[in-house]
């Protein structure tokens, strides 16, 4: 008969190392499978993380690192594979991956949030050839260029503060007339002189040859630049659960604290469930309680 873990832990981000430094702890017979080898998590696209407590200033590459080097001591058992499915029969999970098939009597569910696009012409076209979503991975590309930054929160201004210190000159366009970021973000944002806010703005269309040359406004105007970054929000990666579990209208695993889901014994933590803060802190949180809900969930199970 197949093996039949107490808990697959279905991602390798913050939430999840988290969780597998918690489930080591407690003793579980489990097993951690994330899609990348090479840090898949989001930390990984952070330049400086410096709201990470105990921890002035880090980058972000460093931060998952250590996060995995931490799980990594403790021999927490993780695989190198992606998660196509999970369905549940006979109170067992199924984990279908691309190399093998997984069975358990948990999961808890922390695949992270993709990029979400703006879905204008010339996105498609140029991504990869001038549009972005990562500027920690494709900055270096801009050195004393001009680009553009989409958007107006923590995101944004972190990708325009960064690529303020590489590239001539940055413009934030963002639709709305405030900011939504963090006051010590919009300060470091504020003082550099390259950026220039471009307040109730959109982008209409991206235009180039092979690659980038301008971007045109709605309002008509053209701004002459050779990389787009866009950060305009992030989309669940919810996928692989969505027949078994509750959703948002924006495919967010609907889930509290705790971690429950509307399918016993699944749990969702980190970007991926409905919160309102989605950062590091908070991913690293959701792990650790969903460990004490996965602990109750199968104490609850051997009682009956
Ligand atoms: C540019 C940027 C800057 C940020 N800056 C900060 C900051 O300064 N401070 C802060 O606190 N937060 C910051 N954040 C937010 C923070 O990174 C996230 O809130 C946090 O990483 C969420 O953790 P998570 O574990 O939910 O997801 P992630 O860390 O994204 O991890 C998800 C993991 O799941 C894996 N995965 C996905 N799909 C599958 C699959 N099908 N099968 C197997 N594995 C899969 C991925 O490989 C990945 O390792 C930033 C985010 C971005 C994008």
């Known amino acids: 008969m197949s093996r039949v873990y107490d808990l697959v832990i279905a991602g390798g981000g913050a939430a999840g190392l988290t969780a597998a430094v918690?489930?080591?702890?407690?003793?579980?017979?489990?097993?951690?499978?994330?899609?990348?080898?090479?840090?898949?998590?989001?930390?990984?696209?952070?330049?400086?993380?410096?709201?990470?407590?105990?921890?002035?200033?880090?980058?972000?590459?460093?931060?998952?690192q250590r996060f995995y080097d931490h799980a990594n001591k403790l021999n927490a058992p993780m695989k190198n594979d992606t998660i196509k499915k999970i369905t549940k029969q006979n109170e067992l999970f199924s984990v279908e991956c691309e190399g093998q098939t997984l069975l358990a009597k948990s999961v808890i569910f922390c695949a992270g949030a993709g990029h979400r696009k703006l879905g204008i012409?010339?996105?498609?076209?140029?991504?990869?050839?001038?549009?972005?979503?990562?500027?920690?991975?494709?900055?270096?590309?801009?050195?004393n260029k001009t680009v553009v930054v989409v958007g107006g929160g923590n995101t944004a201004v972190t990708e325009a503060i960064y690529l303020s210190k590489i590239c001539k000159k940055v413009y934030l366009v963002h639709r709305r007339d405030t900011l939504r970021a963090e006051r010590a973000l919009t300060k470091k944002l504020e003082s550099a002189d390259n950026i220039e806010i471009l307040y109730s703005s959109e982008l209409a269309q991206i235009c180039g040859g092979n690659s980038v040359s301008s971007v045109i406004l709605k309002n008509g105007k053209e701004l002459e630049c050779q990389g787009v970054f866009i950060a305009v929000g992030i989309v669940p990666r919810s996928e692989a659960i969505k027949d078994i579990a509750d959703t948002d209208e924006y495919g967010f695993v609907l889930a509290s604290?705790?971690?429950k889901t509307s399918c016993k014994g699944l749990f969702a933590a980190g970007d991926v469930r409905t919160k309102s803060l989605r950062q590091i802190i908070t991913a690293c949180s959701d792990g650790a309680n969903c460990i004490d809900s996965v602990n109750r969930f199968l104490n609850e199970g051997a009682q009956k």
């Open 121 to 143: 012409k010339g996105e498609n076209e140029f991504t990869g050839r001038g549009v972005g979503y990562c500027a920690v991975c494709d900055g270096f590309f801009y050195r």
């Open 22 to 64: 918690y489930a080591v702890r407690s003793g579980l017979d489990f097993l951690l499978v994330d899609s990348s080898a090479s840090m898949g998590s989001q930390i990984a696209q952070t330049d400086e993380v410096d709201n990470y407590t105990g921890i002035d200033s880090i980058t972000g590459i460093e931060l998952v």
């Open 257 to 259: 604290e705790s971690g």
